[in-house]
């Protein structure tokens, strides 16, 4: 049998690869508004934990128009993590649920800054970096 065929991959450590791990999620509820809170890293990791909270409240909530994400406490993005929050945003869109990004911290608001999607989320409270370039330069 040929090696090239092993679908795991070679040579990479467990601990170096940032998608395994899930960042830790917690759920608040004030006046019938949701905030998530994610801290540590957000990776392909946070797609199961956020994606089955996001789903819960859909399907428990049918009053539910806002979602809050608070990623005050998010120390790594990739793209991977980038994805996950798009996928939040069109899981909620044709309900008519605003995911609402919380203070994002620059390694959060960067990255959508660049992509062009920082345009795509309401963004409550003052992100640590807010590159204007993007408003005027690259973006509606």
Request: glycine share 10%; proline share 9%.
């Amino acid at each position: 049998m040929d090696e090239t065929s092993d679908p795991r991959p070679q040579g990479e450590p467990e601990q170096q690869r940032h998608g395994d791990v899930e960042p830790e999620v917690t759920t608040d509820l004030e006046a019938d508004v949701p905030t998530l809170t994610v801290g540590g890293e957000f990776t392909e990791g946070a797609r199961r934990p956020l994606v089955r909270t996001m789903t819960d409240l859909l399907l428990s909530r049918p009053e539910l128009r806002r979602v809050r994400l608070d990623l005050r406490g998010v120390t790594y993005l990739n793209s991977a993590g980038v994805a996950v929050l798009v996928q939040l945003e069109k899981l909620g869109r044709p309900r008519g649920v605003e995911v609402v990004l919380v203070a994002p911290p620059p390694v959060v608001a960067r990255p959508l800054q660049l992509s062009g999607l920082w345009l795509r989320f309401t963004v409550e409270g003052q992100p640590a970096v807010v590159d204007d370039r993007v408003d005027r330069e690259g973006g509606g």
